[in-house]
């Protein structure tokens, strides 16, 4: 039985990493949830969580970046109220990013 699911969480994973690799990271992340049902322990599966939790929170500042951005032209318009209301918004998406 070991064998049997060692050979099925090995073609998971290699689904994952194909998923990461293109940038699928919500499938990756599901299919890497699934394998930790069948062995929580298993060091490639933890590792490639991990790797794709950073690759999303990576992606996630850049987009944060970009908005922050385009908070420019509306402070020197002096729309500060609407500068308020992105920045609470860009906080409850990434509370501890220091840029918000």
Excluded at 52 to 74: S, W
């Amino acid at each position: 039985m070991a064998d049997a699911l060692k050979t099925i969480i090995d073609q998971y994973l290699a689904h994952a990493e194909a998923a990461y690799q293109s940038e699928n990271f919500q499938e990756a992340y599901k299919l890497c949830l699934k394998m930790m049902e069948w062995d929580p322990e298993n060091a490639d599966v933890l590792e490639l969580k991990e790797k794709v939790e950073n690759a999303v929170g990576n992606y996630n500042i850049h987009l944060i970046d970009k908005e922050i951005q385009r908070l420019e032209p509306l402070w020197k318009e002096k729309k500060y109220r609407e500068i308020v209301v992105i920045l609470q918004q860009l906080y409850q998406k990434h509370p501890n990013y220091e840029k918000v």
